[in-house]
């Protein structure tokens, strides 16, 4: 089975500029995450998508990024414009509902210069 | 509330010894506790996981202890060998998960 895939891998990008994060979730997890991971410390939860409605961006910083899940599968994290501060990685989770197991794609490494 | 309180923050373990990560958590609300396990340049991984009506669990070399009225839980990995070295968060959920903030553990050879 195929796991959670994420692109790219890495982007440098300078402050103030956009960037973009893609996610393909395991086929039929309902529940897709977005969470930010700084150097050091544990995932936060950035929004919670359940097939394509959102359930939770309570922490997601409105001001400069986004994200929606098409057809409520795959799904993209905008940020525009970035900050020194967003440098981390991002990863996206899936799971078969709310409550059920996370299972993480590799993450994509941001660095903002 | 929403806090899950994780220590140590790093951990050095002698080949074949014992490591053990604490957590804490505030929210009687939480009913899932699982802990994960991430590789440098990896996507976190479940490990374990237990819910508060039982004591403690066991999995191979991994054994979570739970505390409900002190409102604490542990991961104990025995034997610990080297591949075990990584970061470990453990979790707790409720409608959404809150993660530790992580024990990057080693063990050495």
């Known amino acids: 089975e195929a796991g959670v895939a994420q692109s790219p891998r890495y982007k440098i990008i300078e402050k103030r500029q956009s960037v973009a994060f893609w996610c393909n979730p395991i086929?039929?997890?309902?529940?897709l995450y977005w969470y930010q991971q700084i150097l050091g410390q544990g995932p936060k939860l950035l929004i919670q998508f359940q097939n394509n409605g959102v359930v939770d961006d309570s922490q997601l910083p409105k001001d400069r990024f986004s994200a929606e899940r098409l057809k409520g599968v795959d799904s993209t994290l905008k940020i525009q414009p970035a900050k020194l501060e967003d440098s981390a990685v991002y990863l996206c989770a899936s799971s078969l509902g709310p409550s059920g197991e996370l299972f993480f794609g590799e993450g994509s490494r941001l660095t903002v210069l | 509330q929403q806090q899950v309180k994780q220590s140590p923050q790093s951990l050095i373990v002698q080949k074949g010894g014992i490591s053990i990560i604490n957590c804490a958590y505030e929210n009687t609300a939480f009913d899932y506790f699982p802990w994960y396990q991430q590789f440098p340049g990896k996507g976190p991984a479940l490990l374990i996981a237990i819910r508060p009506d039982v004591s403690e669990k066991k999995e191979g070399r991994f054994t979570i202890s739970f505390n409900k009225s002190a409102k604490q839980f542990s991961l104990h990995i025995m034997d610990s060998q080297p591949g075990d070295s990584a970061t470990y968060f453990c979790?707790?959920?409720?409608?959404?998960?809150?993660f530790g903030t992580g024990t990057r553990l080693k063990v050495l050879a």
């Open positions: 086929s039929g997890h309902a529940t």
């Open positions: 979790a707790a959920w409720t409608y959404k998960y809150i």
